[in-house]
């Protein structure tokens, strides 16, 4: 469930139903980063005449008079034979006491030249100048209007030369009316509403020109432009902007398009021959003109070279485009991925998890790269790569937390059973035991049980007598976890322990004959306290025996345990019975005493056992006797009263033979 709504919120990123913050910004900078490496290809049919600042300096401060700006429009046309030229200048105010106004009107009624403009959004809803004719109005107009940005205000040109001129175009980015919050101009308006009516940008308006009185259409996500001279298309993304494909670091010295500068041009410096038949862009890149833009590519970036961009990318068919539906695009592929992902990755180990989120992440860039390489298309990708990323980190938190959960219960559910040391063995090794099954292993059992319990206990009061219990039970736990024994079970005053199990021990066999024997030494040390307290003294059998069990978590539906069943377990509790027949502590089975390599046994009898046909031997180990390499054991021999009397001395005296 946490995996599922970990999809919708980001699916829901994707619509704007939910705002994640960093998640556009992210989608920003993946942009400007393509951007960045793009290589700059040279475009030689625009070349951009610039008022830099050696402009300036020879022909004085800006605003220039209204004669100069005509000089340099004839000189652009009739020297050079441009075939349009476009001015991102502004000629809002009038220049008085002169007829240049009238002169420049006169020279760009004759020229192929497009005036720039621009719109606002203020709430003052300011305007000044004449706006030109408009691209649509009535009908045509509002069908557009719930795609396009509308503007509250304008600056435009004075009338007089409004008039004059072929065709305008607005210029500015148009920042107030949604685009590129954060400043970076990305996209440019093509087409703004005002008024009911609808404008094109400097870019539609200086192509129409160049390519001949070019009729304008809709068709669409596109906006195709159809000429004498041929046809440019613009792939519409949302708002109706069109994406400024930019590359390199822009200005004289960025390597796309041919600067020159603008005192050159007046003073006829240049190869005229540069500019036949291309499109000129008039503009500045003097820092004081603040014509200087924020970009993918560079933090002053010209703003006529934006349009060039635009310009050069429309007649390439370069432009990319962040289409309308790219939310659900995006959506379709986080509920694809991050679905899937959130269906696999409970079900995977860590590393699984981490392989199965990289490979999504990589799907995903892999599919958003080809869709903006080789289909043109700006699609969202923060959202999607954010979901892969917090379901793979949710994932293994999650199972961090059922493993140390798991662990947890591991420790709790062994630690009754083993010593704290095999417990953080099996914690670190994992892979060392097995939870949850039972499997066959060749184990050695121990069975415990006090002599004369029965007699005790009635001479005893029940809380003394618990107290008694608990510490030989105690006692007896000490040492069989001191040597890696598993405790299975207390059966009232018995204990049943193994060795073997949960982790493999090779030496199970002697650790197990060892354990019975500290355990008679611990028996003694505990007697001796017993009895200088006026308690009954303490003696026990112990019977131990090797063979193949069925072992693991076994038990009802109610209550369960970790425990050992099979013949070689029964043989062993029968083997703790017969120490009362013998008289003996401590009994071990022919199985055992051949797995044994670091203890020598004497053979007792043929012993026989309750529900077996057959006698079996029984052996006890040899009186500090100790082997290295292969168990020692004697000649098979009778039991006898000697061996019989040695026993019941031993107990009387509360030591035990092999001790």
């Not at 076994?554 to 970790?562: D, E, I, Q, T, V």
């Not at 290295?628 to 019989?644: I, L």
Request: aromatic share 6%.
């Amino acid at each position: 469930m946490a995996g599922v709504a970990i999809v919708a919120a980001f699916v829901a990123a994707d619509l704007g139903a939910l705002r994640i913050d960093g998640l556009s910004t992210l989608d920003r900078h993946l942009y400007d980063g393509r951007q960045r490496i793009a290589a700059p290809a040279p475009d030689d049919r625009i070349v951009i005449i610039d008022i830099d600042e050696r402009s300036l300096a020879e022909r004085g401060r800006w605003p220039w008079d209204r004669a100069t700006i005509a000089a340099l429009v004839q000189a652009l046309v009739d020297r050079g034979g441009a075939a349009v030229v476009g001015l991102d200048i502004l000629f809002a105010e009038r220049q008085a006491g002169t007829d240049d106004d009238a002169r420049l009107a006169r020279t760009l009624a004759e020229r192929p030249v497009v005036l720039g403009y621009y719109f606002t959004s203020d709430r003052e809803e300011r305007t000044s100048g004449a706006l030109p004719a408009p691209l649509y109005d009535g009908e045509a107009a509002r069908e557009l209007a719930p795609r396009i940005t509308h503007a509250s205000g304008y600056g435009a040109n004075l009338a007089e030369l409004q008039r004059a001129a072929r065709a305008s175009g607005f210029f500015n980015p148009f920042l107030g009316g949604g685009l590129d919050p954060d400043g970076v101009i990305r996209a440019l308006p093509l087409l703004i509403g005002y008024g009911g009516a609808v404008y094109d940008s400097l870019a539609v308006a200086v192509l129409r020109e160049y390519l001949g009185h070019a009729s304008l259409a809709v068709r669409g996500d596109r906006l195709v432009l159809d000429g004498t001279r041929g046809q440019a298309v613009f792939p519409v993304s949302a708002g109706f902007t069109a994406m400024v494909p930019l590359a390199g670091r822009g200005g004289a010295n960025g390597g796309r398009f041919r600067y020159l500068s603008a005192s050159d041009v007046l003073d006829g410096r240049i190869d005229w021959n540069l500019l036949r038949d291309r499109i000129v862009l008039v503009g500045t890149t003097a820092p004081g003109l603040t014509d200087l833009r924020a970009t993918p590519v560079s933090e002053v970036f010209p703003g006529v070279e934006i349009h060039a961009s635009l310009l050069s990318g429309a007649l390439d068919a370069r432009i990319k485009q962040r289409p309308a539906g790219a939310p659900a695009i995006a959506a379709l592929a986080t509920l694809t991925v991050a679905g899937l992902l959130a269906l696999v990755l409970p079900a995977l180990a860590a590393l699984g998890a981490v392989l199965a989120s990289v490979v999504g992440a990589m799907a995903l860039a892999g599919i958003n790269t080809i869709a903006y390489s080789n289909l043109g298309q700006v699609l969202p990708l923060s959202a999607s790569l954010a979901a892969v990323l917090t379901l793979g980190l949710f994932n293994l938190a999650a199972g961090w937390l059922s493993e140390g959960r798991a662990r947890r219960a591991m420790m709790q559910l062994f630690g009754e059973y083993l010593s704290p040391e095999l417990v953080e063995q099996m914690a670190r090794d994992p892979f060392a035991w097995r939870i949850g099954q039972s499997t066959n292993r060749e184990l050695t059992i121990l069975f415990a049980d006090i002599r004369g319990f029965t007699r005790i206990a009635e001479t005893m009061e029940p809380e003394a007598l618990r107290e008694y219990l608990n510490a030989f039970l105690t006692g007896m736990t000490e040492v069989i976890h001191a040597h890696r024994g598993t405790v299975d079970k207390y059966m009232g005053d018995a204990v049943m322990a193994f060795w073997g199990a949960p982790i493999d021990d090779p030496a199970h066999a002697d650790h197990a004959v060892s354990a019975a024997l500290a355990m008679q030494v611990e028996v003694r040390r505990m007697s001796d306290a017993l009895r200088a307290r006026g308690l009954p003294p303490l003696a026990i059998g112990i019977g131990v025996n090797t063979g193949v069990a069925r072992v693991g978590d076994m038990g009802s539906k109610l209550r369960r345990a970790y425990t050992a069943v099979g013949d070689a377990v029964n043989l062993a509790s029968r083997l703790e019975g017969l120490t009362k027949q013998y008289e003996v502590p401590l009994l071990v089975g022919e199985a055992t005493v051949r797995r044994c390599r670091q203890h020598a046994f004497s053979e007792l009898a043929h012993a026989t056992v309750a529900g077996r046909a057959e006698s079996v031997r029984v052996f006890v180990p040899m009186a500090g006797r100790r082997v290295g390499a292969e168990a020692a054991v004697t000649r098979p021999m009778p039991a006898s009263m000697q061996v019989a009397g040695d026993a019941r001395e031993a107990l009387h005296e509360g030591t035990s033979p092999g001790v």
